[in-house]
C-alpha cells in the first residue's frame, strides 16, 4: 500500500498462489478501505497485482473452512458472505491472467477496469459444485448481457478479454508490460476532476433512490 499524488495503490502480493486472499489480506484490506475513505488527499484508487500470471483467483481456502471468517471478500469490498464496505473514493482495478470468481468479483467491485491482453475472467465455481455465496453471479449478470453472464455462470468456462471487452466489462485493453502505466493514466484522468464532486458523483451513480 502506497499513496502518491493523492492516487493510493494497493497491490496483491501472492503470485505463487494466484494472488488468492487470505483472511489476513482481508483484514489488511479493510484498513486499507478505512484509510482510504478517510484521508481527504486520497483521491482515487488503483487495485492490482503482482505477478504476470493472475490477478486474483478468490478466496484462498487451501486450509480448509477453518480458515474462513465472517467478512466479505477484499476486506469487505464484495458485501458478499460478511459487512459491505463502501469505498467512496473512485476505484481502479489493473488486472491480468487468471480473475477468477470472487477476483472476478472483486474486479467488478471497480468504477474502472484496465486488463491486460492477457487476461481471462472466470467463474469456476460450478465445475467444483459450489457457486460460493453468490455475490459474482449477481454482479456478472448485472454488469454483462444476460446470456454471456449465464455462459460464464453455468459452464464455468474462461472467456478472454477480447471477447468480453465487447460487452463492455473493461474500459481498456493493454499489452502486459504497459498494464501500471495505463491504470496510472486513468487515475490521472480522474484526478484531474474536482475531488469531492467525483465522490459525489459516485455515490450519487450508485446509490439506489428511494421512494
Known amino acids: 500500500f502506497s499513496v502518491s499524488d493523492h492516487v493510493a495503490q494497493v497491490r496483491l502480493n501472492r503470485p505463487k498462489a494466484l494472488n488468492s486472499i487470505t483472511p489476513e489480506m482481508d483484514n489488511r484490506l479493510a484498513e486499507i478501505w478505512e484509510q482510504v475513505n478517510n484521508t481527504p488527499d486520497i483521491w482515487c484508487v488503483i487495485l492490482s497485482a503482482e505477478g504476470e500470471r493472475a490477478f486474483c483467483a478468490g478466496a484462498d481456502i487451501s486450509g480448509g473452512s477453518e480458515m474462513t471468517q465472517r467478512m466479505a471478500l477484499g476486506g469487505g469490498l464484495t458485501g458478499i458472505g460478511g459487512p459491505l464496505v463502501t469505498l467512496k473514493k473512485p476505484l481502479i482495478a489493473a488486472v491480468q491472467g487468471y480473475c477468477l470468481g470472487g477476483g472476478f468479483e472483486l474486479a467488478m467491485c471497480a468504477d474502472i477496469i484496465v486488463a491486460a491482453d492477457t487476461t481471462q475472467f472466470g467463474l469456476p465455481e460450478t465445475r467444483v459444485g ?57 487515475a490521472h484522468r480522474i484526478t484531474a476532476a474536482s475531488p469531492l464532486a467525483v465522490q459525489a458523483a459516485k455515490e450519487a451513480a450508485l446509490t439506489r433512490l428511494s421512494d
Open 130 to 186: 459450489i457457486i460460493g455465496e453468490c455475490g459474482v453471479v449477481h454482479r456478472a449478470i448485472r454488469q454483462l448481457p444476460h446470456h454471456i453472464a449465464m455462459a460464464l455462470i453455468l459452464t464455468g468456462e474462461r472467456m478472454p478479454v477480447g471477447e468480453l471487452a465487447q460487452y463492455g466489462l473493461v474500459n481498456e485493453v493493454v499489452p502486459f508490460a504497459e498494464l501500471e502505466t495505463a491504470a496510472r493514466a486513468w
